[in-house]
């Protein structure tokens, strides 16, 4: 797809990202580079740690064990800067990540959101992350314990008014079953067939926008449109998966840092796990999706 293609519907294309300056994030650009010289230290932002405040039927399932056994080969050879996609492992339509699942030393897994209401003027990014791959403390501590380093990680973005959090928790702080994960006072749930977060979190001070950390609460829904049951390997060992899991849904957003009525708009969700560190397969990461109308049929890519 080209530039000139435009965005779906009058909307905006959306980048992914984990940073308040829209940078980092989904789309990890030299992750090693990043986690080892702490660039990500605006995830912090001088305020400390902060712990205190459509297919045939195949496999999807995970052992509880580290994806590493009985993965067959990939496809084809490349590079996992975006020209490759591995192995397809199969899915099974009734089937969601599980968020009880085990994340072993050195790895990281992550519940992505992002989305565009239909006015075009605003956008959110959510992640959910267990072994939070942009955590400088997660680095330092040896990686040994992914789930003492855990974090919701909301951006709001508007016309008027930007708005993003991330405080990073420890084990204490997380509770988790197969369906449902709570990271502090906030919680992200399979239910009734879609996706629900609902969110108290601190916003950091942005300039122009506050100068101070303010409360930022609020709630998400996801109504999928397009719901994918197949896990793609993106390396060729298989040691990282992707799972689009609703390449298309709708949303529905109220926020104590939007208008009243919240917004809607189109929205999408994937998963991704790995084994082992990020930095050990990748040396950057660039990710970008959309949608396009052509003779009555939507083309993601």
């Not at 496999?59 to 020209?83: K, P, V």
């Not at 991330?166 to 997380?174: A, F, H, Y």
């Not at 790995?274 to 397969?281: A, F, S, T």
Request: net charge negative; hydrophobic share 30%; glycine share 14%.
């Amino acid at each position: 797809m080209s530039d000139s293609d435009g965005p779906p519907y009058g909307g905006e294309w959306i980048s992914a990202s984990a940073g308040p300056d829209g940078s980092g994030g989904h789309g990890a650009g030299h992750v090693r580079a990043a986690v080892s010289s702490n660039r990500g230290r605006a995830l912090r932002s001088a305020i400390p740690r902060l712990d205190g405040i459509v297919s045939t039927a195949g496999r999807a399932e995970f052992s509880e064990g580290a994806l590493s056994g009985g993965r067959q080969c990939a496809s084809g050879a490349g590079r996992a800067d975006g020209t490759f996609v591995g192995q397809d492992r199969g899915g099974n339509p009734s089937y969601r990540p599980p968020f009880d699942r085990q994340v072993p030393p050195g790895g990281y897994c992550w519940w992505y959101i992002d989305a565009t209401s239909d006015c075009g003027r605003y956008a959110l990014t959510v992640i959910a992350f267990i072994g939070s791959v942009f955590s400088p403390y997660y680095h330092w501590s040896g990686r040994g314990k992914p789930q003492n380093h855990v974090a919701l990680n909301v951006a709001l973005y508007g016309r008027d008014r930007n708005s993003w959090s991330m405080t990073e928790r420890g084990e204490g702080d997380l509770v988790r079953t197969q369906n449902s994960m709570q990271i502090g006072s906030s919680s992200i749930v399979y239910v009734d067939g879609g996706l629900e977060i609902v969110f108290d979190e601190t916003a950091l001070p942005w300039p122009g926008h506050r100068l101070m950390p303010s409360r930022m609460s609020g709630r998400i829904r996801l109504e999928p449109q397009i719901q994918n049951d197949r896990v793609f390997d993106l390396d060729p060992e298989g040691h990282h998966i992707w799972w689009p899991v609703f390449p298309r849904a709708r949303v529905r957003v109220e926020s104590n840092h939007l208008p009243k009525d919240g917004w809607q708009g189109e929205a999408y969700h994937d998963f991704n796990f790995g084994d082992r560190v990020l930095e050990e397969d990748f040396e950057h990461w660039d990710w970008a999706r959309g949608a396009v109308r052509r003779s009555g049929y939507d083309n993601l890519v």
